[in-house]
């Protein structure tokens, strides 16, 4: 709650409200609140985070920040001028509109960035209406609303405070609906063409969860729903255990940005299109599976491809071999070659400098003999501890290579690479 708010005067929202019947309501529900937001959004709130935003670049910058608005303001505004200033810094990593909004620590945290949630708005596309039933701070509502108009339901009274607050600073008020309510309640009910979103709590009351079974709320209920609405998607973590959504009929999409693993989404009902896809960001390059045969297995040829960890985490790699016209170096490792350079967004490409029976003596006398002093070491399908083995190469030169510790169908490897950059999309 903001400051100087009296919470005696703050209307209650119905326990059983159900918007479908009257989403006017849940309008005037939102008017009736807007008072909440304007302090922080106006005089003084704003003249403070102003202030605020223009001094601090770190958290090490909080106490004399404070120490300097707590002159001109009242404790309670300086604090949250500070603090709001310093989640904006951090948000800036999630959100392009992050000098505009507001944040809990938590909902920082938990927000799904930009990046990820505008590419599934738009895979969405135009909606008649979007139920984001655990919306947080707003970080999947937001990319929703600009699509189309979303009722955004979060339990979390503090954090419904400052979705509200991000709704009304970025001009979506006639799309973002906001709503404090618990999203299991059984009086909801949601018209035929709706989407239902969510993307349930892992951090709950029992500490950081792994099992989808405890996540909060239980989605499982809700995927029944694809009966009566248009689609059901919900994210869960890239980690999801994959024997406890194998039971369900949806397609499951497994994301990277900037060749980084950040989530995976359960699409069920009509907005579902395949089994499994990987999606690399921010290229918008999707890859699905297709019934093919197993590819062949050679010897590395004049490129190596790693592919990207969402197309390894959804078991799409031989639908990459085949899309690129490559074949595998081992049968069990998602390592991938071609004797012509194929570039591609879904994968990290080499040149092969040199391959190596694996050896310590053997790889030490190849790297001085190329002047290669520092390298670049990784692993795959190697026990090796690479900080140990890095030490022993007693590394000297000018040069620079990777080194990649591997299985190749003859056996254990050294391959010396050199990266080909910007080869991705
Ligand atoms: C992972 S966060 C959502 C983050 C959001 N998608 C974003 O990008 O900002 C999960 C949210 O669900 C809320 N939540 C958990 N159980 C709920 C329930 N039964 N009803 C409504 N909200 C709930 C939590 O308070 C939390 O804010």
């Avoid at 809990?104 to 599934?120: F, H, I």
């Avoid at 490409?349 to 990784?378: A, H, M, Q, W």
């Amino acid at each position: 709650m903001l400051p100087g708010v009296d919470a005696e005067k703050e209307p209650a929202l119905p326990g059983s409200f159900q918007y479908t019947d009257n989403l006017m309501a849940a309008v005037e529900y939102v008017m009736r609140h807007l008072y909440r937001y304007l302090q922080l959004l106006s005089d003084p709130g704003a003249a403070a985070l102003a202030q605020a935003a223009a001094l601090v670049r770190s958290d090490l910058d909080f106490l004399p920040v404070l120490q300097k608005l707590e002159r001109e303001y009242p404790h309670e505004i300086a604090r949250e001028a500070v603090s709001q200033a310093l989640f904006r810094v951090k948000a800036a990593r999630k959100f392009s509109q992050a000098d505009r909004m507001f944040f809990t620590k938590d909902g920082l945290e938990q927000a799904s960035g930009e990046l990820v949630s505008n590419y599934r708005a738009d895979r969405l596309g135009r909606f008649q209406l979007l139920f984001d039933l655990t919306a947080g701070i707003g970080g999947d509502a937001i990319s929703f609303a600009r699509k189309g108009p979303v009722v955004a339901v979060e339990r979390d009274e503090r954090t419904v405070d400052v979705l509200q607050a991000n709704s009304i600073a970025l001009g979506l008020t006639g799309t973002l609906f906001a709503i404090q309510a618990d999203s299991t309640i059984p009086a909801w009910r949601f018209p035929r063409d709706a989407v239902i979103f969510l993307d349930p709590a892992r951090r709950t009351s029992r500490g950081r969860v792994y099992s989808i079974h405890h996540y909060e709320p239980d989605f499982l209920p809700f995927t029944k729903l694809t009966e009566h609405v248009h689609s059901v998607v919900v994210k869960v973590s890239p980690a999801v255990r994959w024997q406890e959504i194998s039971g369900l009929s949806c397609e499951i999409n497994f994301i990277s940005a900037f060749g980084e693993l950040k989530e995976a989404a359960l699409w069920f009902g009509e907005s579902a299109s395949t089994a499994r896809r990987a999606t690399i960001l921010p290229q918008g390059w999707t890859l699905t599976e297709k019934a093919l045969q197993e590819e062949a297995v050679t010897d590395p040829g004049e490129f190596l491809y790693e592919p990207d960890p969402a197309v390894l985490r959804a078991g799409l790699v031989q639908q990459l071999a085949y899309q690129l016209g490559c074949t595998r170096i081992e049968p069990s490792l998602g390592l991938l070659t071609s004797n012509e350079l194929r570039p591609s967004a879904a994968a990290r490409c080499y040149r092969i400098l040199d391959v190596l029976p694996f050896g310590l003596k053997r790889l030490r006398k190849t790297l001085r003999d190329r002047g290669i002093g520092s390298i670049t070491l990784k692993k795959r399908g190697s026990a090796v501890d690479t900080e140990v083995f890095e030490k022993q190469l007693h590394l000297s030169g000018e040069n620079h290579c990777v080194v990649l510790l591997t299985r190749t169908r003859g056996g254990k490897v050294s391959m010396l690479l050199e990266e080909i950059r910007n080869s991705v999309d």
